[in-house]
């Protein structure tokens, strides 16, 4: 609207500008999917014809990936550690948005920073730092009482722990911008109607958070599921997916299974995404 | 009297959880790590209190010159990622149709829920020398060997401006969306040209976002590790790649521990001399996003 003065010439190029960067923005995706239907061990030109091998595939050296038993197992650690994460973080965001929006907690703004710090700190940082902590901590107990801590050495518990550091921020970011928008009347209402306080918490005040809820626990287990820089350095002998994956990438000279995990989570991410919309969009109708 | 006990119980239940979030995750870790820094070993197992590990740092100009890559680098990139996304957002807030307008934005965040491993796995596809782009351009017959464009600096930056556009373009959207056309309109009402106008009036307007953008892109580019190491291959020399080496290969987790807060001091202190110079603080532009 507001370049109606320009000509056609210069909106034409404006529009072509905006193609190229779709096409840029969607190249890479584009690439890392399609190579899991080529019939070829190497994820690379020319087209060798359609196949479906390199999902279904039973023996070497066209090992699918729902064959291959390391990825398998990559897949289901990170599924336990992105629902641990997801429902952790959940939880805290829930809490993290009464004590913000009801709460007559002193020093709200300097805490409500504090929150929002650990989005900025690095993840590499956040990843070393709370293995220092816990090998610290392991270390201690283990000199002191000859106690073993095994849950704070490297291992699925820190991987947890490390994600939840700042994937909570991004759940209390979200949960916090819905309870601001509640409508104090609804609550008021349930009150003049006898109800108690626990019972207006779970009848309307929850049920009104419940579309964001669903949403941040969606973005929580995305983000945990594809976290790599924090997880780098928490990792135990059971790697999450993306761990898996990258010893194989930086080894180089993969087949093309890594692309049919690629075009797997692509449409798993793409299926979550389409949901949380949907969970979204509740709210306009409401 | 029983009312107020029951607020004050509420709110400690409530506040336990986040303290216990930040004390026990965020805070304690740091000063474990910043402890760590400070431990010099004399002999195996002997230990004493300095601040050898950071001063290893600038006598050895190789740690130094790491850091000064990472940080050009992540200059580069912020910038790119200014001058391309701006362009973008600038069409998604005030050029496209209602309609249109949803769609695109939805598509700008298709990658983001992509995991930045998938993204830089297409990209090494698309670059390296038996690649996507090497094998069009043998077919179109412009070079008539192999083209290997990974494990050099330009895909890096390629790959990080990939990784890093979304967190640009958001913000500068949503503020540009605030923006009412009739300050553009009379900008040119007064004879402005479009130079002048986005110099002027568009630019002024939407600092906040631009400032956010950066602020993001930037953080994120410098403390990334998986794009520099895939895509620049094993020597692209990255800093978070040197603290991987002292910690993980060179089990050295003293040394380790005080790159770590070079790196976040150094960046802390790249964002606030930018909220310094644009006349912006760190609620209005992080918190917003």
Known sequence: MAMKSGNQAYLLGYRLYMAVFLIFLLAPLVAAGTFAFNDSVFPSLPWKGFTLDWFFGTSEPKLGMFHDRRLLQGLYYSFVIAVSVAALSVFIGTCNAFLFVRSSLPAKNFFYIIMVLPLVIPGVILGISILVLAST?????????????????????????????????ITSLVITARLRKFDATMEEAAYNLGASQARVLWTVTLPYLRPAMIAAGIVAFLVSFENFNTT??????????????????????????????SFFLMLGSGILALVSVLVQRDKTVR | MKNRDAKRLTLILLFAPFALWIVLLILLPHIGMGVLSLREKVAPRV?????????????????????????????????????????????????????SKGALFMFCLIPLWVSDLIRAFGWILLLRETGAISGILQWTGLVSQPVEFLYNDAAVIVGLVYTVMLFMIVPLTSTLEGMDDAMVEAGYNLGGNGFTVLRRIIIPYAMPGIVSGCIIVFMMTAGSYLTPVLLGGKYSSWFTQTIYDQFITRYNWESGAAFGFLLLIFTSLVVWIGLKLSGQSLSTTVARS
């Open chain 1, 137 to 169: 901590v392991a270390n201690f107990f283990d000199d002191s009482y000859t106690i073993d801590l095994d849950f704070l050495r490297p291992g699925i518990v820190l991987v947890v722990l490390g994600q939840f550091s700042f994937v909570a921020t």
């Open chain 1, 232 to 261: 780098l350095f928490l990792v135990g002998s059971e790697s999450p997916l993306t761990i898996t994956m990258f010893d194989r990438m930086a080894k180089g000279g993969s087949t093309p299974v890594l692309n049919a995990v």
């Open chain 2, 47 to 99: 230990y004493e209190f300095g601040f050898d590990n950071y001063l290893d740092f600038f006598r050895e100009p190789i740690y130094w010159h790491i850091l000064s890559r990472t940080a050009g680098i992540s200059i580069v990139v912020t910038f790119l990622a200014l001058i391309i996304g701006f362009p973008v957002s600038y069409y998604i807030a005030k050029i496209a149709g209602p309609r």
